[in-house]
């Protein structure tokens, strides 16, 4: 009987995994849909970079609105990949985080996004800077000529209190 109850509760709540069958997961061409959806169900959310990328090479509609948190490489690799080591310091009032922070941007984000998009003709110039006590935000917008008419947006930033780095990537036609 509890297991009878309990099945309800996973369809009712829409979670197919008791009954040992996974469900056909949203996508407009039945693919998987990667990341999380936010209130706003435009806005998907990821936890590392490479399902973000995935997601990004995936997707072909034009309004993309997609954010990843995660923690960068040179942090991991300053803690020797133990996130419960890294050290509380390590957050954009430190100078050298914010050193290698843009060296990440500059040689990982910026090479990578256009491989990811499928843009090769992607431009993302730095168009601000915004550092306020508690976050420091770097904005990008694409210059290039593209095909299809559409608008890249970029903003990678960092916060006061910890070491994760956000993007928050938007695309829209012109």
């Known amino acids: 009987m509890s297991d009878i109850l309990s099945s309800i509760e996973n369809t009712l709540a ?60 040179f942090v991991l690799n300053s803690c020797h990949n133990d996130p419960e080591k890294i050290k509380p310091s390590m957050n954009k009032k430190n100078k050298k985080f914010v050193r290698h922070l843009n060296q990440h941007i500059k040689k990982n984000l910026l090479t990578t996004l256009p491989e990811s998009t499928g843009f090769s ?17 770097y904005k990008y917008t694409d210059h290039g000529d593209h ?26 036609p012109c």
């Open 14 to 73: 829409g979670n197919n995994q008791a009954s040992g069958k996974k469900g056909k997961k949203g996508g407009k061409k039945g693919g998987k849909k990667l990341g999380k959806t936010s209130g706003n169900s435009d806005i998907r959310l990821f936890d590392d970079l490479e399902t973000f990328q995935l997601y990004l090479q995936s997707e072909e509609d034009d309004q993309i609105h997609a954010q990843v948190s995660y923690i960068p490489q």
């Open 121 to 137: 003709d992607m431009q993302l110039k730095l168009d601000d800077t915004i550092d306020t006590p508690d976050k420091l935000t």
């Open 147 to 172: 095909s299809n008419k559409l608008k890249v947006e970029v903003e990678v930033g960092c916060f006061s209190d910890n070491a994760n780095v956000f993007i928050d990537y938007k695309t829209y």
